[in-house]
C-alpha cells in the first residue's frame, strides 16, 4: 500500500501556480470533506513560527515564534497578541498598528507559516510509526498517512477518522471505548475511509483533515487456510469481496496433492459452527477457515 499512497501524494502535490485541487464530493460526512480551509485561513496558535515578510522594510522580516500566551514581538509595535487568528488577520492587525503608531503611512507586510505547531492529527492502528503529527493548513487523510510511514500489511482496507468533541465517549471498565458509540449519530464526528479505492486513485477517499482528528487504521480480521497449501496459517484480510482461490493465494496456492473440487469452508454462524462446500470464486469472510483436502489419486 505504501507505494500505491506514495505515488498518489506525489499526483496530489500542488506544483507553483496550480490552482488547488477541488473540494471532495463524495457521499461522504459533509464536515470531513469541506474541512480543508486556504492556507490564510489557517487559525494560528501557540509554538507556530510565522515567516513575516515585508517588501519595502527589512527590518520588519523575519520569522516569530508565537509563544504560549498566543502573542510575539515584532519590531517596532512590540507585544502583538494573535492567538486565534487566520493570517490574513494577523496581516491586518499588525498593519493597522504599525500604522496607528506612526511608522508607516501603507505598510506592505506578508505573514505565512513556517512551522506549524499549534494544531495536530493522531494516527494510531497499524501504522508503521503511530503518534501526535503536526498539521499543515491544508493537510489530507494521504499526507497524514505519509507522516505516519504508511501502513503496516496488518491493516485493513479501512480507515475511520473521528473528530475531536467536547463530550467524551463512554468507556466501561470490561468493554473497550466505541467509537461508533449510539451518541455520536453526528455524521461529522465519525467517517470510513476506504483505503483500497484511495490506493486506485480515488481521490474522493483523500478527505481533509482539521486539528485533533484522530485517524485509526484498523487491523485487518485473519482468514485461516490449512491442508494441502504450500503456507498454511493465518492471513489478514485486507480486501473486501476476498475470493476463496485469492485466499489460497495468500497460502502459496494448493499443492499438488490438493483438491480444488472438495474444498470446505469453516464458518461460525449465529455461534454456530458449518461447514459449506466452497467453489474458487466463493467470496470469504473474516475468521473463515478454508480447508483443502487431499487428492484421492
Do not use: W
Amino acid at each position: 500500500m505504501f507505494a500505491g499512497l506514495a505515488l498518489l501524494l506525489c499526483a496530489t502535490a500542488r506544483v507553483p501556480g496550480q490552482a488547488p485541487a477541488p473540494e471532495v464530493t463524495a457521499a461522504r460526512p459533509a464536515e470531513l470533506q469541506s474541512a480543508a480551509q486556504p492556507i490564510a485561513n489557517y487559525i494560528v496558535g501557540a509554538q507556530d513560527v510565522l515567516i513575516i515578510t515585508s517588501y519595502d522594510q527589512p527590518e520588519l522580516t523575519g520569522k516569530f515564534t508565537i509563544e504560549s500566551d498566543g502573542s510575539f514581538t515584532y519590531p517596532y509595535i512590540g507585544r502583538v497578541s494573535v492567538g486565534g487568528m487566520t493570517l490574513r488577520s494577523v496581516e491586518t492587525a499588525l498593519k493597522k498598528e504599525l500604522v496607528s503608531q506612526g511608522f508607516f503611512k501603507d505598510p506592505q507586510i506578508t505573514v505565512a507559516i513556517d512551522l506549524y505547531r499549534s494544531q495536530k492529527v493522531y494516527i494510531v492502528g497499524e501504522v508503521r510509526t503511530p503518534g501526535a503529527y503536526p498539521m499543515s493548513g491544508d493537510m489530507r487523510l494521504v499526507e497524514a498517512l505519509a507522516l505516519a510511514g504508511s501502513t503496516l500489511p496488518t491493516a485493513s482496507g479501512e480507515a475511520v477518522i473521528v473528530r475531536a468533541s467536547t463530550e467524551s465517549l463512554v468507556v466501561e471498565p470490561t468493554k473497550p471505548a466505541d467509537i461508533n458509540d449510539v451518541r455520536n449519530d453526528d455524521p461529522n464526528r465519525v467517517a470510513r475511509v476506504d483505503l483500497r479505492e484511495l490506493e486506485n486513485g480515488d481521490l474522493h477517499q483523500n478527505v481533509a483533515l482539521r486539528n485533533g482528528d484522530t485517524i485509526f487504521i484498523l487491523r485487518a480480521e485473519n482468514v485461516y487456510v490449512f491442508g494441502q497449501v504450500r503456507n498454511p496459517g493465518a492471513y489478514p484480510l485486507r480486501q473486501k469481496n476476498t475470493t476463496v482461490l485469492q485466499a489460497l493465494s495468500l497460502a502459496g496456492g494448493v499443492t499438488d496433492r490438493g483438491s480444488t473440487g472438495r474444498i470446505q469452508i469453516a464458518r461460525i454462524v449465529n455461534g454456530k459452527k458449518v461447514e459449506i462446500k466452497a467453489a474458487l470464486t466463493d467470496f470469504v469472510e473474516p475468521r473463515d477457515t478454508i480447508i483443502v483436502p487431499e487428492r484421492f489419486f
